[in-house]
């Protein structure tokens, strides 16, 4: 192609010159020929985009079959002057979605309606001027059988047209030309040898033997490509996997729980007093169906002893009367501290470091930073031994794994913790609140039968998801955005 080029260095090359010259069939050679010149600065490209009409549906009937106006037009000059009623009309070849739009263009060209009845001009030469138009517009169609540039059509008639639907569609397309640069012409021609290189390596070529002696065209990882559209996680679910495996990797086993729970499980056994306002129906959403859910007897009891008057741990309780049936209503689970709790509940002697991430549910109304469903991750350390420095330890490991090595944490009080903390890591230099820890209180452990103190802690998985991925917005994460979703990188 440079040596095509450098035999007239000052033309401005079109496709069909390169494709002639070069005695080459298809456009892309010559299209990936001149990208390669004009990547190595041999020749300059001139790119422009045209748009190009063509016909649409009704355009392709229209040029086949008459315009409507048309078709119109030589029915009514052909009826007797006595028979051009709009009933005639009606009762013609003409469909009944034609008439409508045939008669206002017929109107458009001066056909009027008297006394219901379509009406020509009296005077010949307007009659003349119709079959004018009508042969002005049949040729304008027909010079959009291959398709036309926009420059070279008539503006009022393609105006006409485009206010018609279906006649005319556009296109955009892009012709370049090529011109040879100062150095490509300072390119020696007699070292200008045409050589085909391979572009793909397909197994028909490597079966052959042909490919041994070929050139390969190098890689060129800066030319534009498409993006591939692959399917890849949710980035929520991402997080969740990675969450899962920093767990893992710091040895702790997953444990999982149902969204249906009693009041029970989620705050009695949690020493949660039950006049708690965190009960009330405007924040947790009791259910209907289970509206009860049965607890074990022992666990009643246990947690009675427990609120009305603090067991045998010493505690004063929270006094009162309990009730079971409190105890026994259904709910949606509002924090996972109910899957760590029943964990507990049925292996109270076995030493354990457990997590779970899940979703919870309370009456938050919707906005930038809070939904009324969620996830929180939660997890504990019971073993003998366990400890506040080991809790924090823990915490901060996670977190630092996660990518935030800057985590404090600061006093806090929870009905069922002591001592209690919330959990802080840095970010952007301000504090940001993740979750709550702290030491499960005797009013917890001794019901369920645990004698080693239990770490625990429970932290906001949106929360830390609006951190790493970088939003301000909490909704962006379940709003099934799909440009915001291919953006995301792979956590
Ligand atoms: N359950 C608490 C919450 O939902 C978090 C927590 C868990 C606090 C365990 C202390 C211990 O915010």
């Not at 370049?176 to 490509?184: F, I, K, L, S, Y």
């Not at 499980?265 to 009330?280: G, K, S, T, V, Y």
């Not at 899957?339 to 919707?366: D, M, W, Y």
Request: proline letters at 5%; glycine letters at 8%.
């Amino acid at each position: 192609m440079l040596s095509a080029l450098q035999g007239s260095p000052d033309q401005a090359w079109s496709l069909s010159e390169v494709l002639s010259a070069c005695d080459w069939h298809d456009q892309a050679q010559s299209v990936g020929a001149g990208q390669g010149l004009a990547d190595a600065g041999l020749v300059s490209v001139d790119e422009q985009v045209s748009v190009i009409w063509m016909l649409g549906d009704e355009g392709e009937r229209a040029h086949t079959d008459g315009l409507l106006e048309a078709r119109l037009w030589n029915w009514l000059v052909a009826q007797p002057e006595s028979a051009r009623g709009m009933s005639d009309l009606n009762s013609s070849v003409f469909e009944r979605h034609e008439t409508g739009p045939g008669v206002g263009l017929l109107k458009g060209l001066g056909v009027e309606i008297i006394a219901g009845s379509l009406t020509i001009p009296t005077d010949t030469s307007e009659v003349s001027g119709v079959s004018a138009i009508l042969a002005e517009r049949a040729e304008f169609l027909a010079s959009l059988v291959e398709g036309t540039s926009e420059e070279s059509l008539d503006s009022s008639m393609l105006a006409h047209f485009k206010g018609r639907k279906d006649l005319v569609v556009s296109s955009e397309s892009v012709s370049r030309t090529w011109t040879v640069t100062e150095a490509g012409l300072a390119v020696d021609s007699s070292a200008l040898v045409e050589a085909a290189q391979i572009a793909d390596i397909t197994p028909e070529l490597l079966q052959g033997d042909e490919w041994r002696n070929a050139e390969f065209k190098p890689y060129d990882v800066n030319l534009e490509s498409a993006d591939p559209m692959t399917g890849k996680a949710h980035p929520m679910q991402a997080l969740i996997e990675r969450i899962r495996s920093i767990f893992l990797e710091m040895g702790f086993s997953e444990i999982s729980g149902d969204y249906v729970t009693s009041a029970g499980w989620n705050m009695d056994a949690l020493f949660i007093p039950q006049d708690h306002p965190a009960r009330e129906m405007q924040d947790t959403f009791y259910l209907d169906n289970p509206a009860s859910i049965e607890i074990e007897d022992e666990h009643l009891t246990a947690w009675q002893e427990i609120h009305e008057h603090g067991g045998d741990t010493g505690s004063l309780g929270w006094g009162g009367k309990f009730s079971p049936e409190i105890a026994q209503s259904g709910l949606l689970r509002t924090h996972t501290t109910v899957n760590t709790i029943r964990h507990l509940a049925e292996n109270p002697k076995q030493p354990c470091r457990v997590f779970s991430v899940g979703r919870v549910f309370r009456k938050e109304s919707i906005d930038r930073t809070h939904l009324p469903e969620f996830h929180q991750i939660e997890g504990i350390i019971m073993e003998p031994g366990a400890n506040l420095p080991m809790l924090v330890t823990t915490l901060k490991t996670f977190y630092a794994k996660m990518g935030y090595p800057e985590v404090r944490v600061r006093p806090a009080y929870f009905p069922y913790t002591e001592p209690s903390l919330e959990v802080e890591i840095k970010w952007r230099g301000e504090w940001l609140e993740l979750g709550g820890a702290g030491i499960f209180r005797p009013e917890v452990t001794e019901p369920l039968g645990c004698s080693a103190p239990v770490c625990a802690w429970g932290m906001g998985l949106e929360r830390l998801a609006m951190l790493v991925l970088d939003l301000d917005d909490i909704r962006q994460l379940y709003i099934s955005d799909l440009e915001w979703l291919r953006a995301q990188p792979i956590l």
